[in-house]
């Protein structure tokens, strides 16, 4: 179904935010979220990958097909674009938001606000683009229940985790419903806040995370990924094929990018960017489902004192939803993407901006490390993993809510628990497709169609 056919009826007219958005219950009830059946003609989902594949650096996608392979988790998290796909194939409410496009659970974690406090937001939005805001509830959901297997739950406390995520979010809708707009804006939850919520036998291991956090810096990567170049300057050291120094001779075209992408940039920070050089650049395989694109990672130094920064400079290619959904409004990819992530976290990378590269192709550019941590999943009880998850979805609603109708949303969803348990639905039948589909990879790697190697392959 079309956005054009579900598009919401708030704020037509003299009708409320509010009653519009009760209306869409008719249309799409809420417990109609909790269906979820794989279609006939559903797309296979290796061909899915496959198709994203053509547009990658070809020796690298052989590891993203090695590191989704490693579990049911990690190929969750390579596969936003099979998941998006089954998301058009059902009614959607209409009630848009700025989505994350991919709001699994390790897209969320720590990162130093401009003032140089810890807060706790989503931090990835390579596949931000508006749509319906239960798209990113429900791929949330998923990836709690897909988790929560993983790491030895029976599906009772799979589901459990996963209405903890939903809970939590309609819980906020509701109350962000009932604040003024720049209270909305002000919202965020900080590194305090994330301990807070833990267990107090939990506290000790979220305060190490958040101490190892504060201590992820440019100095700290400096010495982890640079070594002393013929000139005694450091050099980013090489780690093939995970980290290759690009040709010197690229780098006089660089200069130009660094021009282009200081030009996107609030002019205090074109101020502060303009104290650094370019030192080096290279290229570096991150993460799972980005593995392939091209991302390189940029080494400045300070004009006068020589402090490092370390910038990210990613490849911006269109979302895994526009396919299902209307196109971005920014022909730049890279600009989509800054856009979503500064309309939806509660605090920016104040280096956060885009360019076109050399080679023709969109980047947006941020802090390689910026005080970054992230609690690890695979290491929580079932306990741990409900809170988490709720915490995951409490601060999913707070991104929504700077971006939709959070009225109307708040509306649809309601003062019960059926939005919640609706979605704890969905997010076992999902995770049982899930676990089909990662077969059908595996399946796919043995019988030699594609190839899965950490080495990377030619």
Known sequence: MSTSETESTAGAG??????????????????????WKATADRPDPIAVLERQATTRVPELVAIRYQRMAAGRFPFFRGAPAIMASDLADAPNTGLHVQLCGDAHLSNFGLFASPERSLVFDVNDFDE??????EWDVKRLAASVAVAARANGSDDAEAREAAVAAARAYRETMVRLAGLGETDVWYEMVDAEEVAALMRPRDRKQTEKVINRARSRTSLQALEKLTEAGPDG?????????????????????????????????PEDRRVLLDRYELRDIAMKVVGVGSVGTRCFIALLTGRNTGDPLFLQV?????????????????????????HGQRL??????????WATGPDGLFYYWRQLRDMKG???????????????AGLCGHTLAR??????????????????DVFDNAIGEFALTYADQTD????TLLAAIESGRITATENGSA
């Open 399 to 416: 991104g929504h809510a700077r971006s939709g109708d959070r009225t109307a949303i708040a509306a649809y969803l309601g003062g019960n």
């Open 233 to 265: 300057a450091p050099r980013i050291k090489a780690d093939p094929p995970l980290l290759r120094p690009i040709p010197k001779e690229l780098h006089t075209q660089l200069i130009s990018v660094l021009s282009d992408y200081r030009d996107t940039l």
């Open 14 to 35: 003299d009708t409320s935010a509010a009653e519009a958005g009760r209306a869409v219950r008719k249309r799409v009830p809420r417990r109609s979220l909790g269906e």
């Open 374 to 388: 992230s609690l690890v999943i695979d290491d929580m009880s079932a306990a741990q993993l409900r809170e988490y």
């Open 344 to 353: 939806t976290q509660s605090a920016g990378d104040i280096f956060l901006g």
């Open 128 to 133: 931000t683009l508006p749509g319906p805001f």
């Open 314 to 338: 990613k490849q911006a290619e269109h979302s895994v939803l526009a396919t299902h959904l209307s196109d971005s409004q920014f022909e730049h990819q890279g600009h989509r993407v800054v």
């Open 436 to 439: 089909t589909d990662y077969a």
